[in-house]
T-cell receptor
Framework: NAGVTQTPKFRVLKTGQSMTLLCAQDMNHEYMYWYRQDPGMGLRLIHYSVGEGTTAKGEVPDGYNVSRLKKQNFLLGLESAAPSQTSVYFC????????????FGDGTRLSIL | GQNIDQPTEMTATEGAIVQINCTYQTSGFNGLFWYQQHAGEAPTFLSYNVLDGLEEKGRFSSFLSRSKGYSYLLLKELQMKDSASYLCAGINSNYQLIWGAGTKLIIKP
């Protein structure tokens, strides 16, 4: 059972380049999330989705876009990468019932030079 | 605001007991989750508390006092594999998680 799968695992970009991080879950979860994790800080929510075709902004959405065209996939895009976006990015999903735990992917380590 | 505070680092001895505290502002949170995160890995779910009191799961227990904005994670019979960061997260009114920065637990032989 794969759970939540993120690709790629590592990536180095130059300032101004664009890329898309992919997240796929096979648990039929309604909710999906994109976080970034930086040293000394808690996980910060970038964008989230409460179902197929829906997205919403989280705490730190600037510089990122997302899409949820299929229930199992949640894509995070960086249109013009900046060094401040160097981080570890985690995708998570959860079932729709209240107080269900979030299940995380293994993360994408992204460096912007 | 919705701040979650927890100690940055703690050290404990193999076989001992350790308590990791988490405090938060009482307004706006409906409960609290605890996650474990080993270095370089994803966070994994440990427990959640919606009601006041103690929830026990094997060697791990979690406690919540909503009126005091206080929670703790209790780890018993510590093993070397328990060396990890422990993340506390409050559930806001939108059922989103607001995360603390994590407590790095170092276990010594």
């Amino acid at each position: 059972n794969a759970g939540v799968t993120q690709t790629p695992k590592f990536r180095v970009l130059k300032t101004g380049q664009s890329m898309t991080l992919l997240c796929a879950q096979d648990m039929n979860h309604e909710y999906m999330y994109w976080y970034r994790q930086d040293p000394g800080m808690g996980l910060r929510l970038i964008h989230y989705s409460v179902g197929e075709g829906t997205t919403a902004k989280g705490e730190v959405p600037d510089g990122y876009n997302v899409s949820r065209l299929k229930k199992q996939n949640f894509l995070l895009g960086l249109e013009s990468a900046a060094p401040s976006q160097t981080s570890v990015y985690f995708c998570a999903s959860r079932a729709g019932q209240e107080y269900q735990p979030q299940h995380f992917g293994d993360g994408t380590r992204l460096s912007i030079l | 605001g919705q701040n979650i505070d927890q100690p940055t680092e703690m050290t404990a001895t193999e076989g001992a007991i350790v308590q990791i505290n988490c405090t938060y502002q009482t307004s706006g949170f409906n409960g609290l989750f605890w996650y474990q995160q080993h270095a370089g890995e994803a966070p994994t779910f440990l427990s959640y508390n919606v009601l006041d009191g103690l929830e026990e799961k094997g060697r791990f227990s979690s406690f919540l006092s909503r009126s005091k904005g206080y929670s703790y994670l209790l780890l018993k019979e510590l093993q070397m594999k328990d060396s990890a960061s422990y993340l506390c997260a409050g559930i806001n009114s939108n059922y989103q998680l607001i995360w603390g920065a994590g407590t790095k637990l170092i276990i010594k032989p």
